[in-house]
């Protein structure tokens, strides 16, 4: 893959995964909920773990890590929380859900283009799949507690 387009795609996971570390830690500062806390800052390690995986890749393609959009991911992950309390819980659940979804159908879609006989791109593909498995669990996690928030409702 051509060196600019892989970093352009290892720069927007590295945002996503800032935004994702920045959203749960917020909600977890906002949320009374001891258990909802708990679990908001275990995905808060490890959406970092995620975000150091990317940038020590990007370093070995000699590049710094940068947040594509400083607004972005202001947009995505700090205006969210910091609506908690105007949102609600189950809001939150839900666009947490939405959020895990996409991370989800990226990572899907870049690792289909990745050339398996590169080296680096071989490396990237394991640190990518098991981020999507990990974004999987979380996904399940929020639309679980969502759909239990709903039933009762």
């Known amino acids: 893959m051509n060196r600019n387009i892989l970093l352009k795609w290892l720069n927007w996971f590295y945002t996503l995964e800032m935004s994702q570390v920045e959203l749960y830690l917020n909600q977890a500062k906002q949320s009374n909920d001891t258990y909802l806390t708990g679990v908001l800052l275990n995905m808060a390690e490890t959406e970092t773990k995620h975000a150091k995986s990317i940038k020590e890749i990007i370093i070995k ?65 394991v640190v990518l799949l098991n981020n999507m498995i990990e974004e999987d669990l979380h996904r399940h996690w929020f639309k679980g507690q969502w759909d239990s928030f709903k039933r009762n409702k």
Not at 90 to 116: G, Q, V
Request: proline share 3%; glycine share 4%.
């Open 61 to 125: 393609l000699d590049s710094q890590p940068m947040l594509v959009d400083k607004l972005l991911s202001q947009i995505i992950g700090l205006l969210p929380a910091q609506l908690f309390s105007i949102i609600g819980e189950y809001n939150l659940l839900w666009y947490n859900f939405t959020l895990e979804s996409i991370a989800i159908h990226d990572y899907r879609f870049f690792l289909s283009f990745l050339d398996i006989n590169s080296k680096i791109e071989r490396e990237l593909a």
